[in-house]
């Protein structure tokens, strides 16, 4: 069963085509990653499914229901999750406070000003920074947290949403090889656990060989490649286009790890 099905999206900028019929699904639990090289449309898809941009042409679906051109608020409330490149955090509040917003804005209290904010859903939200390896640090300001420990952070705060479809954008962008691999590895078991299905961009292909149940590729606008690890490693076009030579595929020894 498909949580997300995108049908024939295309995004035009000028006389640039960005997205060109593009077509593809996400399964119900599936860890899929979008991968490409940079100016492949990428960021402009994860846009027009986030509701973030318009589609000039083609169908969004999510849950059955086509969400082409709502606006992310809507997209949000319905169930889909984003996490950026950049993390994005409140820095003048805590860890807690972040989740605790996110918790406050999902159970629609936005505006129930009269219970003090530093009460409300404070358990679960220790529950959520518990679950990603941050309980430890729930008092500490955002601003002053490692990436590595923001990117956490920043996850515990998607999950308050309780999302059907996660959409991540270079998750692990501007980490370090063993933080890379702890992050991927703790997202792709929570959200096992929660049976939520994922749609992520990556650059770095140890990662996304490593955990993605099924790899889709994108080049100038069009997707190209669809399988799984070993197909995408050994596609003859995706070597070309993509990295222009197969070795870029090749397995990095372990002492550059």
């Keep these: 069963m498909s949580v997300l099905s995108v049908a024939s999206l295309s995004k035009s900028f000028g006389a640039l085509r960005a997205v060109n019929d593009v077509s593809f699904s996400v399964r119900e639990g599936e860890f899929l990653a979008l991968i490409g090289p940079n100016?492949?449309?990428?960021?402009?898809?994860?846009?027009?499914?986030?509701?973030?941009?318009?589609p000039n042409a083609g169908e969004i679906r999510f849950a059955g229901r086509n969400i082409a051109g709502l606006p992310p608020r809507a997209i949000f409330r319905l169930g889909v999750g984003r996490t950026f490149q950049i993390a994005a955090t409140f820095g003048s509040m805590t860890a807690i406070e972040n989740v605790q917003t996110a918790l406050i804005s999902h159970a629609g209290e936005t505006y129930r000003f009269w219970r003090p904010a530093a009460a409300r859903h404070r358990e679960r939200a220790l529950a959520l920074l518990n679950q990603v390896g941050m309980r430890d640090a729930a008092l500490r300001s955002s601003r002053e947290l490692a990436y590595g420990d923001s990117k956490r952070l920043e996850f515990a705060i998607a999950l308050a949403n309780e999302p059907r479809l996660l959409l991540m954008d270079e998750p692990t962008a501007g980490m370090a090889p063993r933080e890379r691999n702890e992050l991927i590895a703790l997202v792709k078991r929570l959200v096992v656990e929660r049976k939520i299905s994922v749609l992520f961009t990556e650059h770095s292909m140890d990662v996304v060989f490593a955990f993605a149940d099924r790899i889709i590729v994108m080049a100038r606008g069009r997707l190209i490649a669809d399988g799984d690890a070993k197909s995408i490693r050994e596609n003859p076009r995706v070597q070309e286009v993509y990295f222009g030579t197969g070795k870029a595929f090749e397995p990095k020894p372990q002492s550059a790890r």
């Design 39 to 54: 100016g492949a449309g990428k960021s402009t898809c994860f846009n027009m499914i986030n509701g973030q941009l318009r």
